[in-house]
């Protein structure tokens, strides 16, 4: 089947609210923004591929733009390759397939990490030492599951013992029998938000919020209902409890997707009265609650804050806790988790042999000799972090005084409001200098939040100093920035 009949399209009106504030402050050059604008959203997967675009008429009307305006547009992104058209039925995305190097270069190859400053993904290389001895010690574990069949739909009992324990540390209660491991973090989210919702349902999320996530719950055919953050002095943002409570009491959402710790992207953290007063919120109106703890161990300031669940949602089902190997040890090891009630665990079982038959049995146990060392591993990791940090602050200030930088007190990133609405077209000129953002309506709903951006503090100083310079001669340049993007299109973690 061609993938261009399989029916996904975008209403004129849709694709308006998606395009966002794209137009250039001059006003001229229409065109070629729209153009840009089109294009980055193919790229970085906020127009999904195969999607039917609106007709050049319908478009024009709905942006208010003349007609040519649009067909200038869409012949340059044809000839680009990023739409396909038929003649008499219309024009859909596709993947650039004669973009330099797409075939060869990946952002997470060698080759690319020395070429390319990636700014897309908040994540950490691996702590080497620390993973050789675990991986090695892993193949000497894996002698005693060889004589299995290999399948484990719940997790290795290694992995999901040591899962426990650390919740049990940090102030949480748990049995491994509460603990489903999954293929990464993703994935768990994925998971619990098939197993709550149902197309068509609704799904509480914060705004911004993760755009993976966001993801999910597109691709379950459900709805996202979006809470924004309130104001905080440090930048973060804050969670506006009052609001999220009438939300849910008005649109009854089947789940709330909630980051508490160093909320991607903006890195705020849930004080333990606001983790109280959502658990309270949970049993009182039966919503369940699926709370992300992905970044949960990067504290670089102050104290740690106990789970969610741990504030009298110990053995309910209605808090889901996720966590994951990828932040604080590597992304590579693609091993996440979902905590809930064993009842629970269960059901998520039940309804993952429809999709996988469990993860891979080597890096469940790298992750397991992990976890043994999971203090020592984070706490190496957080002078590095806390200085890189202030160091990426205290470059924003010099470089681009009128923007403002969060300071959150942990995490990878900063959540960074800029003094236009440019953020996806500082996306589209940097990634010419081979700088890779994730602009800021990525993190939102129908084009919210041109006037950030988020920017991770895990690159080594010397290439963020040297991505911080590209980044500063594309804000400078960028009236006169050529509409061509020549980069392939990459996920944000």
């Known amino acids: ?112 990490d020395r070429s390319l400053f990636d700014l897309a993904h908040a994540a950490l290389p691996a702590p080497s030492e620390h993973l050789r001895a675990a991986a090695a010690a892993a193949v000497h574990d894996l002698d005693a599951y060889l004589g299995g069949h290999g399948y484990d739909l719940v997790g290795l009992p290694a992995l999901r013992s040591a899962i426990a324990e650390r919740f049990t540390t940090r102030g949480l209660p748990t049995n491994p029998d509460q603990i489903l491991v999954t293929a990464g973090g993703q994935h768990a989210i994925s998971l619990a938000i098939t197993a709550l919702a149902a197309p068509g349902d609704r799904v509480l999320v914060e705004h911004p919020t993760y755009p993976n996530a966001l993801d999910a719950v597109a691709t379950r055919g459900a709805r996202a209902v979006p809470v924004p953050m309130g104001p905080h002095p440090d930048g973060t943002g804050t969670w506006d409890l009052d609001l999220l409570t009438s939300v849910v009491r008005d649109v009854a959402p089947r789940l709330a997707y909630i980051v508490p710790d160093f909320q991607n992207p903006t890195g705020a953290l849930l004080d333990p009265s606001g983790r109280e007063r959502l658990v309270d919120l949970a049993r009182r109106t039966g919503t369940p609650l699926l709370i992300d703890e992905t970044l949960a161990e990067l504290t670089l300031d102050g104290p740690s804050v106990a789970p969610v669940a741990s504030f009298g949602a110990a053995d309910s089902p209605l808090v889901l806790t996720i966590g994951s190997a990828s932040k604080v040890f590597w992304g590579g090891l693609r091993v996440g988790w979902i905590r809930a009630s064993a009842p629970m665990v269960r059901r998520l079982a039940a309804l993952r042999a429809s999709v996988d038959l469990g993860g891979p049995i080597l890096e469940q146990l790298v992750v397991a000799r992990l976890l043994a060392d999971v203090e020592a591993i984070a706490g190496a990791r957080r002078p590095a972090l806390a200085a890189g940090r202030d160091h990426l602050i205290e470059k924003l ?14 995490g990878l990133c900063l959540w960074v409001e800029l003094d236009e609405a440019a953020s996806s077209r500082l996306t589209v000129a940097a990634r010419r200098s081979d700088v890779l953002l994730a602009a800021g309506p990525r993190f939102g709903l129908d084009g919210a939040f041109e006037r950030h951006l988020r920017l991770p503090y895990t690159l080594r100083r010397d290439r963020m100093d040297t991505a911080l310079d590209l980044l500063a001669s594309a804000w400078r340049g960028l009236d006169h920035a050529a509409p061509a993007v020549d980069a392939e299109p990459i996920a944000v973690a």
């Open 1 to 112: 089947m061609d993938p261009d009949d399989v029916g996904r399209r975008i209403g004129a009106r849709s694709f308006a609210r998606l395009l966002g504030d794209w137009r250039p402050p001059d006003g001229r050059r229409l065109a070629g923004a729209l153009t840009d604008r089109i294009r980055l959203l193919v790229l970085d997967g906020r127009l999904p591929l195969h999607t039917r675009v609106p007709a050049e008429r319908e478009l024009a009307t709905a942006l208010a733009v003349s007609r040519t305006t649009v067909a200038t547009s869409y012949d340059a992104l044809r000839d680009a390759g990023v739409l396909r058209s038929r003649r008499g039925a219309g024009s859909w995305t596709r993947l650039p397939a004669d973009v330099p190097g797409t075939e060869t270069l990946s952002p997470f190859s060698p080759q690319s």
């Open 397 to 410: 200030t010099g470089a681009f005084p009128r923007w403002r930088p969060s300071h959150p007190r942990g």
